[in-house]
T-cell receptor, first 112, second 115 residues
Framework: QKEVEQDPGPLSVPEGAIVSLNCTYSNSAFQYFMWYRQYSRKGPELLMY????GNKEDGRFTAQVDKSSKYISLFIRDSQPSDSATYLCAMRLTGGGNKLTFGTGTQLKVEL | GAVVSQHPSRVICKSGTSVKIECRSL??????MFWYRQFPKQSLMLMATSNEGSKATYEQGVEKDKFLINHASLTLSTLTVTSAHPEDSSFYICSAADGRNTEAFFGQGTRLTVV
């Protein structure tokens, strides 16, 4: 079993839809949770960062962490074609430096 | 966010030769740098962690003699793929952290093709 599971997709949605991306994990010691966006042949860029459980909102993006279920989500409201990319969840331990464990990434395509 | 520059963005080399990839933190001092490898439609796999001035720590299954990592300064780390083979063809990505913030910043990646 992988430490972090993420549906690779692809996920195709119409413009304006609400997108829900999810990851599950097995290590209950993970405390920091991140979502990265990666365009084709580019490095990942940090979208959202959350510590422990709870919600965090930034513009059209909302990140949720449910530590009791070992489940994290990223919601994208009013999705745009420019949101088409691969979204990777990542997480790390407290005191683990910046060593991240990544999900496989979900490929998202927002269509006109 | 902070800027991490990775060079080259693409490189093609012949089998048996060595290739060096540079990772620079442009506006902060990177006490720790990470090197990842990513195959198509797969996740980033951590290869090694390097701290400035000390030897890199390699993940299990990564050959340290094949993937040489040098982190000689607080703004530069290099990854050298020695005696490259076609199976080394991949997307290599570095990230850098300043040791104070909880996030690390990624370079734009290097597409290595060994022919």
């Amino acid at each position: 079993q992988k430490e972090v599971e993420q549906d690779p997709g692809p996920l195709s949605v119409p413009e304006g839809a609400i997108v829900s991306l999810n990851c599950t994990y097995s290590n209950s010691a993970f405390q920091y949770f991140m979502w990265y966006r990666q365009y084709s042949r580019k490095g990942p860029e940090l979208l959202m960062y959350t510590y422990s459980s709870g919600n965090k909102e930034d513009g059209r993006f909302t990140a949720q962490v449910d530590k009791s279920s070992k489940y994290i989500s990223l919601f994208i409201r009013d999705s745009q074609p420019s949101d088409s990319a691969t979204y990777l969840c990542a997480m790390r331990l407290t005191g683990g430096g910046n060593k991240l464990t990544f999900g496989t990434g979900t490929q998202l395509k927002v269509e006109l | 966010g902070a800027v991490v520059s990775q060079h080259p963005s693409r490189v093609i080399c012949k089998s048996g030769t060595s290739v060096k990839i540079e990772c620079r933190s442009l506006d902060f001092q990177a006490t720790t740098m990470f090197w990842y490898r990513q195959f198509p439609k797969q996740s980033l796999m951590l290869m090694a962690t390097s701290n400035e001035g000390s030897k890199a720590t390699y993940e299990q299954g990564v050959e340290k003699d094949k993937f040489l990592i040098n982190h000689a300064s607080l703004t530069l780390s290099t990854l050298t793929v020695t005696s490259a083979h076609p199976e080394d063809s991949s997307f290599y990505i570095c990230s850098a952290a300043d040791g104070r913030n909880t996030e690390a910043f990624f370079g734009q990646g290097t597409r290595l093709t060994v022919v």
